[in-house]
């Protein structure tokens, strides 16, 4: 295990308070960060064939939005402060994807931030922090 | 046939403002033209008293072709497809493409349709219970068939300036007939089937899947919607208007996800069915047996179901028609092999398994009562078999028929669009009309009987077996090297397997 922490980006403000939360803690403890968007992406998800002829492309979208869009951004962030980071940026299940990214990375934590959904929402569809929390092998921090 | 077709498009859309006679009208432009059609492409050589169409026997062969020249792929390749669409090989460091099991669930959507519940049927009616014997063999040669032709289609598939794909027969055929020096005859045949997929994208996933929704509905209705087939032709055609022209896809979503769970739920009541008509499961099993090599009752004896069996088998699973390999050449897969193997599913769940659950259902219920249905057939005969132990189910099934018709003439509208696209180009314009003609045909599927509608089908469907499996016989063994070289790999280690 590296002195690493994985922080989760996605655009929201939440995200945002990770990123914040996660440079300082690289600041203090001198560890590296890596930055990553999960694209939310299922492959047992059920689509038409136009869909399926156009995957590539919209993949090929999604990917070039996330890394313009917020994972660049948050590099530039975190180059200024002068501390060590890479970028990632992956399709998959939300909770799932960053454990299998913090289990290859060799991270001491995971940071994430809250999305603060309702409590019927949350209890529908699931949160990422939760199931993340329950499921992580390395300690968890949830930014409110 | 394309001319004869777009004059009845006009005159069908000319002639909207309806009357009462309207459907009776269309009927009777519609079946000389059917039967002329069939008697052309399913023409029969007299075989110990029943008649074989040639167009069956050139599918039948080919499928044991494939079959023995693959090294019974259908079966050594079974436990490695679920492998694949488990995505035990998928790379974990590249996913967000399409997965093989996406694929799989597209083309699946597109096969299982009213084939399933009304075609099965239909074959029982004519072919007695011995042709869901044949219905079986024909879906597991099938599987063979389609590992052959969709390998290829992802072999040779188009890749757009835009980043999308085309793939399909008509695309393997002119590049695969290239490679091996014969570009000429590779682009007539390419041509040949893309105008075959048109037409037949009109045909089986168009005009008989509208059809059968309505007579399931009208059933349902109680007979309520007898003579209204224009209206609820017109509502089906404006539905699927909103889907493939006006980009409405949120339908098209919700259906694609709901109809997998009707499939299940649809096997699951089928098989508690089944287990209520218990007491004639051995008889029913029986007859399916004794029917296919005695054929008591059919015409033309056991070929007579073999004949039917068959024919209902492609129908369902539509096996060397070719249009799977369009729907799998969206994968991006560096082994098009991999397709091949997740593709010999497809036979296997829609016909082995669902077809033969819906056999049951009726063979089950004719057992017990021989007249359960009266005069109803095709779907209206499934859904009676239903009816006869769970009252309320002809309801959830015509629902669940109507939304099978509906993805499969989502999916075959996509096919269709390929051959066209193919033959015009990918221009928005072209692309635009092809959707029209096709609302059209949902509309018209509607108002014309069972009889004439399913010779049309039929014929259309079989017609382009001709090319399609002729191609396969030229390009198999480049599907042939691809599975050793694929299978040594994969034996050596050198194809990862990332689950385990």
Not at chain 2, 459 to 473: E, K, Q, R, W
């Amino acid at each position: 295990m590296t002195n690493s922490v994985l922080v989760a980006v996605d655009g929201s403000d939440g995200g945002a308070r990770a990123l914040n939360y996660a440079r300082e803690r690289a600041k203090l403890g001198g560890a590296k960060l890596i930055v990553t968007y999960v694209i939310e992406w299922s492959p047992y998800s059920f689509n038409t064939p136009e869909e399926n002829a156009e995957r590539h492309k919209r993949r090929e979208e999604e990917i070039e939005r996330a890394t313009s869009g917020v994972v660049e951004p948050a590099a530039t962030l975190v180059a200024g402060d002068g501390i060590q980071f890479e970028t990632v940026v992956r399709h998959g299940p939300p909770a799932e994807t960053l454990i299998k990214l913090a289990e290859k990375y060799g991270v001491q934590q995971i940071v994430i931030g809250r999305r603060g959904q309702s409590g019927i929402k949350s209890l529908l569809f699931g949160s990422v922090a939760s199931n993340l929390v329950q499921t992580s092998p390395v300690p968890v921090v949830v930014v409110p | 046939m394309t001319k004869f077709f777009g004059a009845l498009t006009a005159l069908l859309l000319l002639s909207l403002p309806a009357h009462a006679g309207f459907d009776e009208t269309i009927n009777e432009i519609t079946a000389p033209i059917a039967s002329a059609i069939g008697s052309f492409v399913f023409f029969k050589i007299n075989v110990f008293g029943a008649g074989l169409p040639l167009v069956v026997l050139w599918l039948v062969i080919g499928a044991l072709f494939f079959t023995c020249y693959m090294g019974f792929v259908n079966v050594s390749g079974f436990k490695h497809a679920v492998q694949l669409v488990r995505g035990d090989y998928a790379d974990p460091d590249s996913p967000g493409e399409v997965s093989h099991f996406q694929a799989l669930a597209t083309a699946v959507s597109g096969t299982v349709g009213i084939g399933n519940i009304g075609g099965v049927a239909v074959a029982v009616t004519i072919g007695g219970a011995g042709a869901t014997f044949w219905l079986i063999v024909a879906g597991f040669l099938g599987m063979s068939t389609k590992f052959v032709e969709c390998t290829l289609g992802v072999k040779y598939r188009n890749e757009n300036l835009d980043g999308s794909v085309s793939g399909g027969p008509m695309y393997y055929m002119k590049k695969g007939f290239e490679e091996r020096g014969m570009g000429g005859f590779g682009k007539f045949m390419g041509t040949f089937y893309a105008v075959g997929i048109f037409i037949g994208a009109l045909g089986i996933g168009n005009m008989f899947q509208s059809n059968q929704a309505y007579v399931q509905l009208n059933t349902v209705a109680g007979g309520a919607l007898d003579g209204m087939g224009w209206l609820v032709g017109l509502i089906l055609a404006a539905v699927v208007f909103a889907v493939i022209i006006g980009g409405i896809k949120s339908i098209a979503r919700v259906t694609e996800k709901v109809v997998p769970f009707m499939a299940i739920f649809y096997c699951f009541f089928a098989i508690v069915v089944i287990l209520m008509n218990f007491t004639s499961i051995p008889a029913a099993i029986g007859n399916i047996f004794s029917g296919a090599f005695t054929g008591a009752g059919v015409q033309g004896g056991a070929i007579g179901a073999l004949i039917i069996g068959f024919q209902r088998a492609v129908f369902s699973n539509e096996a060397g028609i070719g249009s799977a390999s369009i729907a799998h050449a969206a994968v991006r897969t560096p082994e098009p092999v991999t397709e091949g193997y997740v593709s010999l599913l497809e036979p296997f769940i829609d016909t082995i398994v669902i077809c033969t659950i819906t056999a049951l259902v009726i063979g089950t219920s004719q057992v017990a009562d021989p007249n359960f249905a009266g005069d109803a057939t095709g779907v209206a005969m499934t859904s009676a078999a239903f009816e006869r132990q769970i009252s309320w189910f002809p309801l959830p099934l015509a629902f669940g028929a109507l939304l099978f018709a509906f993805s499969t003439m989502i999916s075959w509208s996509y096919y269709g669009l390929k051959g066209w696209t193919y033959l015009f180009g990918e221009g928005q314009m072209g692309q635009t009309i092809y959707k029209l003609i096709f609302c059209a045909f949902v509309a018209l599927g509607c108002m014309v009987q069972l009889g004439p509608i399913l010779d049309i089908s039929d014929a259309l469907v079989f017609l382009i077996c001709v090319p399609n499996i002729l191609g396969l016989y030229f390009l198999a063994p480049i599907v042939r090297r691809e599975m050793i070289s694929y299978k040594a790999r994969l034996a050596s280690g050198e194809i990862k397997k990332y689950n385990h």
